[in-house]
């Protein structure tokens, strides 16, 4: 019974640690040059970023070798900032794009970059399944030619791009 109830927990502790099928994390990954603040240009909506505006994401180290994670958002409907503090580690190595993210205790989930331009300019991020999208970047807009490509690179990799929400950032 204990070896069936820590499967069970485990499982559950770990279930959202996956990834898309088609979806691989960037190599070559440097945290240094991630580090910092990146506007959310594009989402796939959730419960708890639902209506919010002017979304951004900040990166800062931890001491013990994790990413302090502040994200903030701006609620129209209750005229009023919202944030959410976390914490990030790599789950393989550092110098790959793939994380565990958690904002509740031992809950992780996964933060999957799979595309980074050379300059840390973009990001297209992915959680643990086609529901979750984003694409992230160090200004408020970005050139509609990066836009197509998130657009056509999520389609490839079967996210419903129909559904996704441009974030207002003016």
Known sequence: MKKLLLTFVTLILTGCLGMPDKVQPVSDFDVKHYLGKWYEIARLDHSFEE????????????????????????????N??????????????????????SFFGPFYGSYVIFVLD???????????????????????????????????????????????IFVDQQ
Do not use: C
Not at 52 to 78: C, K, M, Q
Not at 149 to 160: L, N, S, T, V, Y
């Open 118 to 164: 050379n300059d840390y300019r973009y990001a297209f991020i992915s959680g643990p399944d086609t529901d979750y999208l984003w694409l992230l970047a160090r200004t408020p807009t970005v050139d509609q030619q990066v836009i197509e490509q998130f657009i056509r690179m999520a389609k490839e990799r079967g996210f419903d791009t129909d559904r996704l």
């Open 80 to 101: 009023q900032w919202e944030e959410a503090r976390g914490k990030a580690y790599f789950v393989n190595s550092d110098s790959e794009g793939y994380l565990k993210v």
């Open 51 to 78: 209506g919010l505006t002017h979304v951004t994401a900040e990166y800062t180290p931890r001491d013990d070798g994790g990413i302090s994670v502040l994200n903030r958002g701006f609620s129209p409907s209750e």
